[in-house]
Nanobody, 128 residues
Framework: QVRVVESGGGTVQPGGSLRLSCAASGFAFDDYTIGWFRRAPGKEREAVSCVSSREDSTFYADSVKGRFTSSRDNANNTAYLQMNSLKPEDTAVYSC?????????????????????WGLGTQVTISA
């Protein structure tokens, strides 16, 4: 079955950290770019980060630059989003997506159907 499954979400205080995981199965993970997206209540989906198949290209939204880091372990078919210095405005459902095209294409996707594989998401809540 072709899928990606996110985990690692939760509730933390402002300034805290979380590491999200995106576990892939059913496709050649090391040929796919991984994008991370989030959607907060009442807001449009936002691309927050992306890492290319060989980690030679990354993207970070201005709102998370310097605080979030994308990485991947191709041997274990898993991508990670390390989130530090979390803020209340980071509260959202975070999803990962996999696609064989570049980060430039992935982060500009406006609808899940534009990319090959989407996860169901994991909730991240930043609250004191």
């Amino acid at each position: 079955q072709v899928r990606v499954v996110e985990s690692g979400g939760g509730t933390v205080q402002p300034g805290g950290s979380l590491r999200l995981s995106c576990a892939a199965s059913g496709f050649a993970f090391d040929d796919y770019t991984i994008g991370w997206f989030r959607r907060a209540p009442g807001k449009e989906r936002e691309a927050v980060s992306c890492v290319s198949s060989r980690e030679d290209s990354t993207f970070y939204a201005d709102s998370v630059k310097g605080r979030f880091t994308s990485s991947r372990d191709n041997a274990n078919n898993t991508a990670y989003l390390q989130m530090n210095s979390l803020k209340p405005e980071d509260t959202a459902v975070y999803s990962c997506a996999a696609d064989p095209r570049s980060c430039l294409v992935v982060v500009n996707a406006r609808h899940p159907k534009e990319l090959d594989v989407w996860g169901l998401g994991t909730q991240v809540t930043i609250s004191a």
